[in-house]
C-alpha cells in the first residue's frame, strides 16, 4: 500500500522541488514530490549560464536531477497535479486531481 503521510510534501518536481527533495533526502525525511509534469520552462529550447548545464534543455536537466534524487529512498513521486491544499490542526493535507490525499505533519 503506498504512503500517504509524509514529514514533508512538495508540489511541483523542477529545479526547486527537486532540490528541496535532495536536501530533505539527505537528512532522512520523509517527502513527497508531487508533480503533474509540467513545468514552466518547457517551451524553452536550450538553457544557458548554468554552470556545468550550459546549452542542455531544461527537460535533461530536469531528468538528470530526478534521478540524483531518487537515490534517496526517503524521498517519492507522484505524478498528479495538487489541486487543493488544507491546513490541518497538525500539518497539511492536499488533495490530487486523480483523487488521492496526502498528509504532511508540519
Known sequence: ????????????????????????????RQVLVIDAGEPCNKQTP????????DGKSPREISSIAREQVEAYPTVQFTSDLAVEGNKMEEGFEIKTKKGSIYKSKN
Open 46 to 53: 536550450h538553457s544557458h549560464n548554468f554552470l556545468t548545464q
Open 1 to 28: 500500500m503506498r504512503q500517504n503521510s509524509f514529514e514533508v510534501i512538495i508540489i511541483g518536481g523542477s529545479y526547486a522541488g527537486l532540490a528541496a527533495a535532495m536536501a530533505l533526502g539527505r537528512s532522512l
